[in-house]
């Protein structure tokens, strides 16, 4: 079973190693999302400017796309 490098010379990586890690990275990242939720709710409700909060969250949500996608595609085969 062949794995991947991202980067020549690096350790490879098995096809199922690499699906448990995106696995975990999805879930770690909808936890972070979940958190900064309720830090920008907790901010809004006291008033308080969540303006950074609030681009940590546009952004914690982008990498989750990303993560979700590059899951979606591994499950199917296609990497």
Do not use: C, D, H, W
Request: charged share 30%.
């Amino acid at each position: 079973m062949k794995g991947f490098a991202a980067v020549p010379g690096e350790a490879r990586v098995k096809p199922e190693e690499r699906l448990e890690m995106t696995r975990r990275q999805v879930a770690e990242t909808e936890a972070a999302v979940e958190r900064q939720v309720a830090i920008v709710e907790e901010l809004q409700k006291r008033g308080e400017n969540a303006e950074g909060a609030i681009k940590l969250l546009a952004l914690l949500r982008s990498t989750l796309t990303s993560y979700r996608a590059a899951l979606a595609e591994i499950e199917s085969g296609n990497s």
